[in-house]
């Protein structure tokens, strides 16, 4: 008989406490603690020694398996984030904002594989059949052999997968909605998602099945769910993406079989996400580049370069304490450069307003974007717009100095294909990378300083 093993789970983080309380000691949330039966079936000794796996020589596995290690989607930039397709017998955790189009990217994935004979399940906890069919009639997705279901138990959604032939794909939308008969507790808590997720994985490994799990996410933007879920899947995909902008963005924070900086971006169109395979030319799509306070940063995600604008407006202030606003960059960065920019450039921005946008709702988390977020300041400060045929990149230190980047061939090399004509670049960047371009090295930001006074104010 199993022992009782009656527990308080906090919904927000996972942890347990013996007895309830208002507030859980590890996450800080109030009112999240629910009682649950933690108590699972015991299991036999003669069935427990008949689950363990026995080991195995590495030597002995090499060369004996010809099947291919990874399945494509179809759809150029879902493969480049996953690494090049989906792994067999692997657990892949997508999650996003609602409506941020994550059901829609996976049904025509789904789709996609459908039609080159793969078997492919998608199970729906949140919309019957026929919803799902509409969205696929809307996607012109309708006549594709994607097997439909609509299933909250896991132990049914298991049956239904074994009987039948092998499924290559199982989309799960979504994790949060399942329950399974082992664990006494509502769907949606932190032991029927953990219990769910685990009994899904071991299908991915047992049958080679690529499993895709749909999770939902909190007003801090994280998967909801216990942590562990995301520590027990092979991948963690976030789909990203503002309401205001058409396009959004697939990136990779876990990857086990691929790169973790990798992104992909798609546009949301009437028939459904469509792939951009030159986001460079969509980021600066619509730039003003005789405005001041604008530069053009050319940056690295993962392989791929992409060139982004960044805006900046330096306002004087009416308040005691300056406002600092920051989207799509790290607002303890920004922080930096006006300090670096305040004590060794003789910039006064203490008592300014600074505001700091990456266009297109794109996030940039590496350095490389300091120089032109500098350059991007002081053209706001200085009411001079900066070269319209020009791109930065280059790190700032503390002690004023540009550092260099990686990638430096790369990212020269997509601003002469979109016709830059000049670079903004640390001295020590490799200045036969690209010929075509006019190469201009700095190795103070006080450089760069001199350097747009010396072009003089530009604003029309």
């Not at 398996?65 to 690494?83: F, K, N, S, Y």
């Not at 909605?177 to 994985?201: C, F, H, K, N, Y």
């Not at 798609?266 to 306070?293: H, I, K, Q, W, Y």
């Not at 700032?396 to 002469?416: F, I, M």
Request: hydrophobic share 45%; net charge negative; aromatic share 4%.
């Amino acid at each position: 008989m199993a022992r009782n093993t009656i527990r308080f789970v906090c919904q927000n983080c996972g942890a347990q406490y013996p007895r309830w309380s208002g507030r859980c000691d590890q996450c800080g949330e109030w009112n999240t603690l629910v009682e649950e039966d933690t108590a699972a079936a015991p299991v036999s000794g003669a069935a427990r020694k008949a689950r363990s796996g026995r080991p195995v020589q590495l030597s002995d596995l090499a060369g004996g398996d010809d099947q291919p290690p990874r399945v494509a989607t179809g759809i150029a930039e879902l493969d480049r984030v996953t690494g090049g397709g989906l792994v067999r017998g692997s657990a892949l955790l997508v999650g996003g904002d609602p409506g941020i189009g994550k059901s829609t990217l996976l049904l025509q994935a789904a789709a996609q594989l459908a039609r080159t004979g793969k078997r492919v399940v998608y199970v729906s906890g949140e919309e019957a059949i026929d919803q799902v069919r509409l969205r696929a009639q809307r996607l012109d997705l309708a006549d594709t052999p994607v097997a439909l279901a609509a299933e909250t138990n896991v132990e049914n959604i298991l049956a239904t997968l074994e009987d039948g032939p092998a499924s290559d794909l199982v989309v799960i939308d979504s994790i949060q909605t399942l329950w399974t008969d082992a664990i006494e507790s509502a769907p949606g808590t932190v032991s029927q998602v953990r219990a769910s997720a685990q009994t899904l994985i071991r299908h991915a490994k047992r049958t080679g099945a690529s499993v895709v799990l749909v999770g939902h996410v909190t007003k801090d933007g994280q998967i909801a769910g216990p942590r562990v879920v995301e520590h027990m899947v092979d991948a963690v995909l976030y789909f990203e993406g503002d309401g205001a902008h058409q396009f959004r963005v697939l990136r990779a924070v876990k990857n086990r079989f691929g790169p973790t900086d990798e992104i992909g971006v798609f546009e949301m169109t009437g028939a459904g996400l469509a792939e951009v395979p030159n986001p460079s030319a969509l980021f600066l799509g619509d730039r003003d580049a005789r405005a001041p306070g604008t530069a053009v940063f050319a940056g690295m995600e993962g392989t791929r370069p992409i060139l982004v604008e960044i805006q900046a407006l330096v306002a004087p202030t009416t308040l005691a304490t300056p406002r600092r606003a920051v989207v799509g960059w790290d607002s303890s960065r920004l922080a930096m450069v006006l300090a670096v920019l305040d004590a060794h450039c003789g910039l006064k921005l203490g008592a300014q307003d600074v505001y700091l946008n990456v266009a297109g709702g794109l996030k940039i988390v590496e350095p490389a974007a300091d120089l032109a977020v500098a350059a991007a300041l002081v053209s706001s400060m200085a009411r001079a717009a900066l070269p319209a045929d020009a791109v930065y990149f280059g790190e700032v230190s503390l002690s004023g100095a540009v550092r260099p980047v990686g990638h430096d061939t790369a990212r020269l090399k997509e601003a002469e294909k979109l016709g830059f004509a000049r670079a903004v670049v640390p001295v020590q960047s490799k200045r036969d990378a690209a010929p075509a371009l006019s190469l201009s090295s700095v190795d103070t930001l006080a450089g760069l300083v001199a350097m747009i006074a010396v072009d003089g104010p530009r604003e029309t």
